[in-house]
Nanobody, 121 residues
Framework: QVQLVESGGGLVQPGGSLRLSCAAS????????MAWYRQAPGNQREFVAT???????NYADSVKGRFTISRDNAKNAVYLQMNSLEPEDTAVYYC???????????????WGQGTQVTVSS
């Protein structure tokens, strides 16, 4: 079984920065893609950023130029550096990974439990 655990969320003032981390553990053969999504109260879960294997990262227009996604393949981890944070960035941020398990022949989507990011004065 595979598990994703996020960390790094918290309260920050507008204009501040946070760095989110997500580590995957378990019976992992390969990770094809890792991504971040977020969901604000009353809203649908929305795409934030993705970093597929061998492909340049892609960002939602709302965060482009402010957020940077990166991977550490040796640690099965993905990070989201968030700069120039705005109140509109307040949401629960979820880590997503498309993973091939050593005990499964299929690629499966895994989700973390989420970490709260609050941008407020």
């Amino acid at each position: 079984q595979v598990q994703l655990v996020e960390s790094g969320g918290g309260l920050v003032q507008p204009g501040g920065s946070l760095r989110l981390s997500c580590a995957a553990s378990g019976t992992i053969a390969s990770i094809d893609e890792m991504a971040w999504y977020r969901q604000a109260p009353g809203n649908q879960r929305e795409f934030v950023a993705t970093i597929p294997s061998g492909v340049n990262p892609n960002y939602a227009d709302s965060v482009k130029g402010r957020f940077t996604i990166s991977r550490d393949n040796a640690k099965n981890a993905v990070y989201l550096q968030m700069n120039s944070l705005e109140p509109e960035d307040t949401a629960v941020y979820y880590c997503n990974a498309k993973i091939r398990s050593t005990i499964s022949r299929f690629r499966i989507d895994y989700w973390g439990q989420g970490t709260q990011v609050t941008v407020s004065s």
